[in-house]
């Protein structure tokens, strides 16, 4: 219709505007309504000129961890409380290149540390499908901006989970590529081996002609894999694991949805098997050792002084004393305890016993996942142990909020692919969604699997 002329990027994203202003589910932490606007013309001249990039009329947003250049970037923390981005991220360049139109900038669990955005300094993000529950997290304000019609589609960030478990709480498509595959430059650093940006759409289509626009080499990011892979040839063998559908707090419509998708895919002739996979056990102990080690690193440049607002700097008595106050002040409670969990994860005497043996946990369960993949195109698994919780309901117990990662911290310490796919509903009407994941570099047979389970129907 853009390319016809039967409709502006003008009017498509003053529609946008219209919905993402009134901020019904803080899912912004800032819009950009007249710059948005302005682009929209820009790009309106370019199609009549003939001459539009690939995402001409786009509209999207970017999670508050993400650069945008001369833009407060806080990443939802009050310690980047006016810190200026100097330059954007590589993906945000990326999509800039291709036309695409910048709505805002979205809430997050404060530096990506949480499961249902509750962690924010601007407050939880409310899921659309019902204001009393969560829009899952990190990445929820990301998803939010799509489920309620502010934006086409969301860039965020998934570490553990964080574009997987919100996309499947909003009933949308989540795409955490394999480590590497995308540029990190501009990002805020929460666990460097695992931090992946990622995807949140209403369509496989959406996502995967964004991937193609913001994935590979980057002279700023020379982590950034310089090869290339994939494999787009039609699923046959699927793996799941035993002990996923018989863990203890797997909701029951979660899972009678994921047997019915097994079922469904054994009539159309696939060979599916459950398999143990025993290191599953020790998923999260791994990852959360292995996040909060590399946090408490990251984010020690948050000193007041190179960054962190210095508010408290000037009443120290001394520079111990300017850090502690800046540090106690600006960082919220969930930060300061993963800080203190890596910093003792870290520590001389627990180094061997804690970050070393993580690191070979994570070593060994990458090696036997390898193995499965080895023999199936895919590992299927639910994304989240139940559907979109209560809002304040998991905030007491730690531990409690780690257990929602159960099924998406695997893709990430293997730094492997994974896609989140809605299947259906629970009896309150609330999005189901299913998990599957890849060998390194193959998102396209993510994306094709996608694409064939939504068009099998119900
Ligand atoms: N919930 C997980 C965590 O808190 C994942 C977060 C993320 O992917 N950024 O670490």
């Not at 204001?131 to 489920?147: D, F, H, L, T, Y």
């Not at 791994?286 to 984010?299: D, G, H, K, P, Q």
Request: charged residues 25%; proline residues 3%.
């Amino acid at each position: 219709m853009l390319l016809n002329g039967e409709l502006s990027c003008t009017e498509l994203t003053r529609k946008f505007l219209n919905k993402a202003v009134l901020n019904q589910n803080n899912a912004f932490t800032k819009v950009f309504e007249d710059e948005a606007l302005q682009r929209a013309g820009e790009i309106d001249q370019k199609i009549q000129n003939g001459k539009p990039g690939r995402l001409a009329g786009l509209v999207f947003s970017v999670k508050d961890l993400i650069s945008v250049a001369k833009k407060n970037v806080t990443g939802s923390s009050k310690i980047l409380q006016g810190y200026v981005a100097p330059y954007h991220a590589t993906v945000v360049n990326r999509m800039l290149d291709e036309d695409a139109i910048l709505i805002g900038m979205t809430n997050c669990d404060e530096f990506g540390m949480g499961s249902s955005n509750e962690n924010s300094y601007y407050g939880p993000v409310t899921n659309d499908n019902d204001k009393n529950r969560v829009a899952g997290g990190s990445s929820g304000g990301a998803a939010v901006s799509v489920q309620e019609g502010s934006c086409h589609l969301a860039l965020g960030t998934d570490t553990g989970g964080s574009v997987r478990q919100p996309a499947a709480f909003t009933g949308l498509f989540g795409l955490k590529p394999t480590y590497s595959r995308i540029s990190r430059y501009g990002l805020l650093a929460y666990a460097s081996s695992f931090d992946t940006v990622g995807i949140i759409a209403n369509d496989v289509a959406d996502l995967e002609l964004v991937l193609q626009i913001v994935e590979g080499p980057d002279g700023k990011d020379s982590t950034v894999y310089q090869g290339g892979k994939s494999s787009d040839k039609e699923i046959e063998s699927i793996a799941y694991f035993r002990q996923a559908l018989e863990s203890e707090g797997l909701q029951e419509e979660i899972r009678e949805n994921f047997q019915n998708v097994i079922d469904r895919l054994k009539s159309e002739g696939k060979r599916v098997e459950a398999i143990d996979f025993p290191e599953a056990e020790h998923l999260l102990e791994t990852y959360y050792i292995l996040t909060t080690a590399e946090a408490s690193s990251n984010l020690s440049r948050y000193d007041g002084l190179r960054y962190g607002h210095g508010d408290e700097v000037e009443k120290a008595a001394n520079l111990i004393e300017s850090y502690t106050n800046t540090r106690t002040e600006g960082f919220g409670e969930e930060v300061k305890r993963r800080i203190f969990l890596g910093t003792f994860v870290l520590s001389a005497s627990y180094h061997d016993a804690y970050y070393t043996k993580a690191q070979k946990a994570r070593r060994m369960i990458r090696d036997k996942t390898l193995d499965i993949l080895e023999d199936f195109d895919l590992i299927l698994s639910p994304v989240t142990p139940t559907t979109a919780f209560g809002i304040g309901t998991h905030t007491k117990d730690p531990i409690e909020m780690y257990l929602s990662d159960l099924f998406t911290v695997h893709a990430s310490v293997c730094g492997l692919p994974a896609i989140s796919l809605p299947t259906g509903e629970d009896n309150h009407g609330l999005p189901i969604g299913i998990q599957a994941t890849a060998g390194d570099f193959e998102e396209e047979k993510l994306l094709n699997f996608a694409k064939y389970l939504s068009n099998l129907g119900s």
